[in-house]
């Protein structure tokens, strides 16, 4: 017996920047069954209604990437992403290209920025000449040591985080998502003697640009949770370095200001993070900010159960000790 079918109403991204002077939404209506990949309904509108179309793909088996695009604004796979549960949901299924990546045509993009942001973290093993690899043999490691690798080896570079990420917008110097990932991976790897300057190079190189927005992890269709690997760069720059950095002195000074009551000391917390001489360059906003908000000025008094909050970052401190 087949499958039972619904109507599928597409509303596809068409922008050809040869012919076109501004994008346009194309309506196509399918009948399908609810677990149709979007990609196949795509594919489908290209051999049965609309050969012009423009879409990348190959494997259809989520393990070669190709097929990342915008379902309904957020980063998928198309491959792997079924029909029903969006018409269900939104009554229709809006498909755009990737962001943060310039349009070839309709739903190709040209990934030359994600790839050379990928290319800068140099994501290759810098080995010890003194000590090469064994010739012939295998380099085995420990369980600890491959456990430190989290996910990251499972990354399979589709850039759905590198398009979901709000800092690449804002930024483009921003390395993104998936090459910090891969960054992490090469600075935990046992074998790779550059872990100091990959950590001191980074530091200045975008990693605190990272906005914490998670929207990374949430659009990764193979679990690498990019962002908590973004996170451990942090916390291993700082130990490899200290707070050097306008990024890194914000993020220790907000940590050790919040530890000690409770509360948040902002005027502080500029002084944790520019020094006294880049504070003086801050005075003028300083002064906009306490017109609105005079109360800026007071001390603030600890929290009710901050010995609590104190023991929260023991035990975090511990945990790191650990990892």
């Not at 069954?33 to 290209?46: F, Y």
């Not at 792997?80 to 962001?99: A, K, N, S, Y």
């Not at 910090?180 to 935990?188: G, P, S, T």
Request: hydrophobic share 35%; with cysteine.
């Amino acid at each position: 017996m087949a499958d039972a079918t619904i109507p599928v109403p597409l509303d596809v991204y068409r922008f050809d920047p040869a012919r076109d002077s501004a994008p346009r939404y194309q309506r196509y209506t399918l009948d399908l069954a609810p677990h149709t990949p979007v990609l196949s309904a795509l594919l489908k509108i290209r051999a049965e209604l609309d050969p012009t179309l423009s879409v990348r793909f190959s494997c259809r088996s989520a393990i070669c990437g190709s097929c990342a695009m915008q379902v309904y604004s957020k980063s998928r796979l198309a491959c792997e992403t079924p029909v029903g549960p969006e018409v269900e949901l939104h009554g229709r299924i809006v498909v755009e290209p990737m962001r943060n990546q310039p349009v070839v045509r309709d739903l190709v993009v040209d990934q030359a920025p994600f790839w050379k942001q990928y290319e800068g973290i140099e994501p290759h093993l810098k080995l010890d000449p003194a000590k090469p690899m064994p010739a012939g043999r295998t380099n085995p490691m420990s369980p600890e040591q491959v456990e430190a690798f989290h996910d990251t080896p499972r990354c399979i570079a589709c850039a759905a985080c590198f398009s979901a990420c709000p800092a690449v917008e804002a930024d483009p110097s921003f390395p993104g998502p998936m090459a910090l990932a891969k960054l992490y991976r090469f600075v935990v790897d046992p074998r790779d003697t550059a872990r100091q300057d990959r950590l001191v190079r980074i530091q200045t190189e975008g990693l605190w640009l990272c906005l914490r927005c998670h929207l990374c992890t949430d659009s990764c269709p193979k679990n690498v949770r990019p962002s908590e690997r973004i996170r451990d760069l942090k916390e291993m720059a700082v130990a490899a370095q200290g707070a050097t950095e306008l990024g890194s002195r914000h993020a220790v000074g907000f940590k050790e200001n919040l530890r000690s009551t409770g509360i948040l000391n902002e005027m502080k917390l500029v002084r944790q993070t520019y020094g006294v001489v880049g504070t003086l360059g801050q005075v003028g906003q300083g002064i906009h900010v306490w017109r609105k908000k005079p109360e800026i000025t007071k001390r603030p008094h600890p929290i009710e159960g901050a010995e609590e909050i104190e023991q929260i970052y023991k035990a975090l401190d511990a945990e790191g000790d650990g990892r």
